[in-house]
């Protein structure tokens, strides 16, 4: 059976570390938001639409940055993640700027040991499925967290693009699609928000989810999928991708190859 604490173990430790070089570098600006930067991206914001009022559960939220940025659209934000050093970083914020949001240390997967209540809206985004080492219970416990008309939103990197190789300088495939049980391990090489970084883990375990795995685990969680949003441009520099516009990245106009590389998708709770 796979090791599946061991391997989240050794993620945290290196979440752990990312938190502190996040917290510093320009990816997350966190001296922005301190002087009312918002990060979300348009496209979420039109999506996710009015979160005035609303309590929201953001779910690998790491330093908290996006759970702020809800707040202020008024908005009362739980943030959950399983790294402590990211958790007190985004408390420490919060605290700082005084909006309504608080955070939680907890894995995703072991959320109701924890956490008791219910949401209007559950939001996740951006480099956050590959960390699950299972979606049909992920899906689940996100269900069961929802208030009855409340909807989940996810955006986040899509599956096929998680099969490309982001180190080659040339569009290829070389990483499985197919969910497995093992994770695959990958060399870290700081940060995907510094790739310069000094971190002194140096080994990170990610799950290969595919697309109908995320469709089929939402819909029999017993949510009603409202759209599946499919976008060509991803939100970081692979070597492979142009720069088209702030953190949009595209395929080069020279290639035939249409793929979709990022995605957004709103289920509602009956």
Not at 78 to 90: K, N, W
Not at 207 to 226: D, F
Request: proline share 6%; glycine share 6%; charged share 25%.
């Amino acid at each position: 059976m796979p090791d599946v604490d061991g391997y989240l173990a050794s993620n945290r430790d290196l979440w752990d570390e990312w938190a502190d070089v996040h917290a510093k570098g320009d990816w997350y600006d966190i001296d922005s938001v301190r002087k009312g930067a918002d990060k979300l991206r348009p496209y979420e914001v039109r999506e996710v639409g009015d979160v005035k009022g609303l309590t929201m559960l953001h779910l690998q939220c790491q330093i908290g940055t996006d759970s702020v940025a809800w707040a202020r659209r008024g908005a009362k934000v739980t943030g959950v993640d399983f790294s402590p050093r990211a958790v007190e970083i985004a408390n420490s914020l919060a605290k700082d700027l005084g909006v309504d949001a608080t955070f939680l240390c907890s894995d995703v997967m072991k959320l109701p040991e924890t956490l008791a209540g219910a949401w209007d809206i559950i939001y996740t985004s951006r480099g956050v499925l590959g960390w699950l080492p299972e979606l049909a219970r992920w899906a689940q416990i996100v269900a069961d967290y929802l208030k009855p008309g409340g909807f989940m939103y996810l955006t986040d990197i899509h599956p096929i693009a998680k099969a490309l190789d982001d180190t080659s300088s040339e569009l290829r495939v070389s990483r499985p699609y197919w969910p497995r049980s093992e994770p695959i391990a990958y060399q870290v090489e700081g940060s995907y928000a510094d790739p310069k970084a000094n971190v002194n883990t140096t080994v990170k375990y990610l799950w290969t989810h595919s697309t109908g795995e995320l469709v089929t685990a939402v819909a029999q969680a017993g949510l009603i999928i409202e759209f599946f949003h499919e976008f060509n441009w991803l939100d970081r520099s692979w070597p492979f991708l142009r720069k088209r516009g702030d953190r949009e990245y595209v395929l080069p106009e020279d290639t035939r190859a249409e793929l979709p590389l990022f995605l957004s998708l709103r289920a509602r709770k009956p």
